[in-house]
């Protein structure tokens, strides 16, 4: 065979395998490295081309013919399917980027306060309606405002270890007594009369005190945690009518409808008298159900007289003015009126229940 033809054939083959493999690129930088694998400067062609120097001077112009014809083809096919490619990769990205405006739209799960903070804030807010000013305390409190000052005295049950959450090495400013965590809302009285009194201020006082409250006690109807609503008026000829009378006002606000309630005598070391507050049966309207134990009756808060002890400690004359006061449980308030059963379910974060409660979707 002469050079002439082993070079066209060799040609031949390399146009066939190069148009294959352009026709196979994936993409177009797959495109691109084949261009100069072929066509480059040191490409396939560049290296027949090398070999035509070594051809006899007359046969040169025949094969440099042939392998202009070539490049002139591979880049032509290079060209075509580089705009194929172009094409193909655009749709792909608008397919990509597609916006099917026929698709439903997503949910976007709204939060909400806890029922707790829900109930803290609609507690609080009948009585800012009645004109009562919030107040709030320390939860880290000390004896003198958690105890004393509210007429409870050393050996009361009430400051045993078992109930109270003393804070390990804290002491008072005075370096004199420990801390504690707030068993109650009850203290707030004691601040809040302080406040007022070291303000100059002359009773009227009427004060509703929300917050958290911490006792060593864990099972279906109590919490280490929970919240109270204190609320207590101070101001001359004070009476239990008055108390009566807002608790009417209150409990029915509340529960939305005429609830009967009850004042049953009872024990409270910062009131005098104090009383028990009963509504009548919310779930069975006094017939007397599971929830109310047959009674009829269900208990929902503790008050009474502020003691004479507490104005004193306070330095308002007992004589002169005095006070009703009452403290209230805010997750019992809150299932009584959702018909909540447990009230550990406040605390467990199930979304089953928060979704019930209108908190999580
Ligand atoms: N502090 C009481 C408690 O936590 C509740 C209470 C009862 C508050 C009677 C009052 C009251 O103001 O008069 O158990």
Not at 11 to 40: D, I, K, M, P, T
Not at 238 to 254: E, I, M, R
Not at 258 to 284: K, M, N, Q, W
Request: some cysteine.
């Amino acid at each position: 065979m002469s050079e002439i033809d082993a070079l066209k054939i060799q040609l031949e083959s390399l146009q066939r395998e190069a148009l294959a493999a352009f026709a196979e690129a994936e993409g177009l930088n797959a495109l691109q490295a084949l261009r100069v694998h072929y066509l480059g400067k040191k490409g396939a062609l560049t290296e027949v081309l090398k070999g035509v120097g070594k051809l006899p001077p007359a046969d040169r112009p025949v094969i440099g013919k042939f392998v202009n014809q070539a490049k002139q083809a591979l880049a032509v096919a290079l060209d075509a399917m580089e705009v194929e490619l172009a094409v193909k990769a655009k749709a792909e990205r608008i397919e990509a980027e597609r916006i099917d405006v026929t698709l439903p739209g997503r949910n976007r799960p709204k939060g909400a306060l806890h029922p707790v903070q829900q109930g803290l804030d609609e507690l609080t807010a009948i009585f800012a309606q009645m004109g009562f000013d919030v107040a709030e305390g320390p939860e880290i409190e000390d004896e003198f405002h958690n105890f004393d000052a509210l007429n409870i005295p050393p050996e009361h049950p009430a400051r045993a270890m078992h109930d109270t959450f003393f804070i390990k090495d804290m002491k008072n400013d005075e370096g004199t007594e420990p801390m504690l965590l707030r068993t109650h809302t009850s203290p707030v009285q004691i601040r809040a009369m302080k406040r007022f009194v070291a303000e100059g201020g002359e009773p009227p006082l009427a004060v509703v005190a929300p917050g958290r409250v911490y006792r060593c006690d864990y099972d279906v109807t109590h919490s280490p945690m929970f919240h109270q609503v204190e609320v207590f008026k101070v101001d001359r000829d004070v009476s239990l009518a008055h108390l009566k009378g807002v608790l009417q006002h209150f409990l029915s606000t509340y529960f939305e409808k005429d609830v009967a309630i009850r004042l049953r005598p009872h024990y409270f070391p910062f009131t005098e008298p104090s009383a028990e507050v009963d509504i009548g049966c919310v779930f069975c309207a006094g017939k007397g159900c599971r929830i109310c134990k047959g009674s009829g009756w269900i208990e929902v808060l503790g008050s009474g007289m502020i003691h004479p002890n507490v104005l004193r400690s306070v330095g308002i004359d007992s004589n002169e003015f005095s006070g009703f006061a009452f403290g209230l449980g805010v997750e019992r308030m809150v299932m009584l009126k959702q018909g909540i059963p447990d009230l550990r379910l406040f605390f467990e974060n199930d979304v089953r229940f928060l979704s019930r409660m209108g908190v999580a979707k």
